[in-house]
């Protein structure tokens, strides 16, 4: 099977596609977000309002079977021979245990009802965005490899920055106790509460990208770096900030891909992602912080085995064709 081919096109028309490109997905990005907030502050608590009340109804069908079932035990003894208590705890089921009891049941349902009403609702209001979305994402993945193919493009090993920016705020997580003795007398875990200023999380990485030779820019929404970024470069540096400040993962779409780029040499090219250096700046610092000084790891590290990244990299013969074409292909 031949490859596809490529195409000699002027700068404006390249630069209109990826104009193209970045619109849609911009208009991708926000429909997500829409999706997410309409899940997240609508959908989701309806759904747990919704598990409650089922949880709630269950444990008034219990009651009021087990308030029936005492009640008829009661009957078939007969009035005339119950003692007082019985008497005055028969009349009490029925004319007030049980009653409420159907009442609160009764309650509960038409809450219920209105509750999965709404949820149907949202569901309707959701599934055409997530229609809108699924479209989208055709058309960008169609418009990218339109873009891929063309030539005016230079494959280049080159220097990113993915940050996050963290406004100023109180953050209380759990965390194991070192000292076996604390924790058999305290307990494993204890709560830390930690108040930081704003800052930055943020991490540069190495990684081939195609560029635009003439301006420099590098078009890391090409692939196969913008894939590499979002599925491995990205979780690798979440991975790496939840360890060392316990944090639950940011979302991709959470951080911003520097616009600063460095073209570095070719020697490294074919090669998989390197992190290069991870950090957590701060600003405006006071003195009621927990945070105050800037945190910063310098390393070295490949994110993928050689092995690993010809694989995902082998869905994007372009690319390969290229790197087997300046004798940087690093496969058999």
């Given at each position: ?114 509750v999965i009403a709404e ?43 993915a940050y996050i920016i ?51 820019t590098v078009l890391w ?112």
């Open positions: 099977m031949e490859p596809p081919p490529k195409f000699y096109v002027p700068r404006s028309e390249y630069e209109a596609e990826l104009a193209e490109l970045k619109s849609l997905q911009s208009e991708l990005a926000s429909l997500q977000e829409k999706l997410t907030r309409i899940e997240t502050e609508e959908y989701n608590p309806l759904w747990r309002e919704n598990v409650r009340l089922a949880r709630a109804i269950r444990r008034w069908e219990t009651r009021l079977r087990e308030y029936e079932a005492r009640l008829a035990e009661l009957r078939r003894i007969g009035w005339v021979r119950l003692h007082r208590r019985e008497r005055e705890e028969y009349q009490d089921l029925l004319y007030r245990l049980i009653p409420r009891a159907r009442a609160r049941l009764e309650e509960l349902h038409e809450a219920q009802e209105k949820l149907w609702r949202i569901t309707e209001e959701l599934t055409p965005i997530r229609a809108e979305i699924d479209g989208l994402k055709d058309r960008i993945k169609d418009a990218q490899e339109k873009i891929s193919r063309k030539v005016v493009v230079q494959l280049k090993r080159v220097e990113l920055n963290i406004e100023e705020g109180v953050k209380t997580y759990r965390k194991r106790r070192k000292s076996l003795a604390t924790a058999r007398k305290h307990g494993k875990y204890v709560n830390v509460t930690v108040r930081y200023p704003r800052g930055r999380f943020q991490a540069w990485f190495q990684i081939d990208s195609w560029v635009l030779p003439e301006t420099g929404e090409l692939e196969p770096t913008y894939t590499l970024i979002n599925e491995h470069v990205i979780p690798h540096i979440n991975d790496e900030f939840g360890e060392e400040f316990h944090l639950l993962p940011f979302t991709r779409e959470s951080f911003t891909i520097g616009e600063t780029s460095t073209i570095l040499g070719d020697e490294d090219l074919g090669k998989p992602p390197i992190k290069v250096k991870v950090e957590r700046t701060v600003e405006n610092v006071k003195p009621y912080h927990t945070i105050k000084n800037p945190w910063e790891r310098t390393v070295s590290e490949e994110i993928l085995t050689q092995e690993a990244y010809n694989r995902i990299v082998s869905a994007y013969p372009h690319y390969v064709e290229e790197l087997k074409r300046l004798e940087k292909w690093r496969g058999e």
